[in-house]
């Protein structure tokens, strides 16, 4: 596996490889859902590139990003065991010269449910994976649908930018219990980690009741969901629970026809987000 430090380098590589790329980005902490995309980017392409990258930019003045879960040797590890050919892990300054001012803005989906919890979060993200597409420029694009509205914004920049590359959203990597993986759940205590195995319960629930009780008025079904969240123990706030047009993210307006019921809940100081497609 070439581990590469700097874009330099990356260009070189990439320009000597004419087989199919599959792309896996990561922040690290890599944990089975990111083993998933890996494993599915191994057996669609000849060469797969993941990236290990703590992006500044998507973190606010008072998020995780000092906080957020490193652990860059075993990550290697576990990449190298898992058949990815190269790693991109760049410093800061390697990402973002201190002379660069463009940004990448996402729009409307940008400024909604997460975004409203996170301003700014998406422009971070567009910037970081437009940055990485072009140095890649891989076949296919791996993401996980837990980040859901995320999958949506960066495939708004394929779309809007033309760019050249194939997106695939593979399925939410759960626990035994339920718990969507996420390199964050590191910061439940044992008794918030274990009351956390109700939140996919209520997305399942919620599923059901939108198709048996598809007549109720919209608002009306999401009140009970949160009202039913708010009492599962060791949730201290609900962010939001919405259900959304799957495309736009704009609010559903009918129980009706497909749509995506998004969540972000507080467990304390812990921030869990999850989805169900219904």
Not at 133 to 148: A, C, E, M, S
Request: with cysteine; glycine share 6%; charged share 20%.
């Amino acid at each position: 596996m070439d581990v590469i430090y700097n874009i330099s380098n990356l260009i070189k590589l990439r320009n000597q490889i004419s087989s199919k790329i599959g792309l896996v980005p990561t922040m690290g902490s890599i944990h089975s859902g990111h083993k998933s995309l890996i494993t599915q980017s191994v057996a669609d392409n000849e060469y797969t590139v993941s990236t290990i990258f703590v992006n500044p930019k998507q973190f606010g003045k008072n998020e995780d990003f000092n906080q957020y879960p490193r652990s860059l040797e075993q990550d290697l590890n576990f990449l190298e065991d898992n058949l990815v050919d190269c790693v991109f892990i760049p410093e800061t300054t390697e990402m973002y010269k201190d002379s660069a001012t463009t940004m990448v803005s996402v729009g409307q989906i940008g400024n909604i449910l997460e975004g409203v919890q996170r301003p700014g979060h998406f422009d971070g993200v567009a910037l970081v994976v437009t940055k990485l597409l072009n140095l890649v420029r891989p076949t296919t694009l791996y993401l996980g649908q837990k980040d859901y509205q995320q999958t949506q914004v960066i495939k708004n920049i394929i779309q809007d930018l033309n760019l050249q590359v194939h997106l695939k959203i593979c399925p939410t990597v759960r626990e035994a219990d339920g718990l969507a993986i996420s390199s964050r759940n590191v910061y439940l205590e044992t008794n918030q980690r274990k009351s956390a195995s109700g939140i996919y319960s209520l997305l399942e629930l919620a599923k059901l009741q939108k198709q048996q009780f598809h007549w109720k008025e919209v608002s009306e079904l999401e009140k009970e969901l949160t009202d039913k969240l708010l009492n599962i123990k060791d949730i201290t706030q609900v962010n939001y629970l919405q259900f959304v047009d799957p495309h736009s993210l704009q609010p559903a307006e009918t129980l009706l026809g497909p749509a995506v019921l998004l969540l972000s809940v507080n467990m304390g100081s812990v921030r869990l987000i999850d989805n169900i497609i219904c």
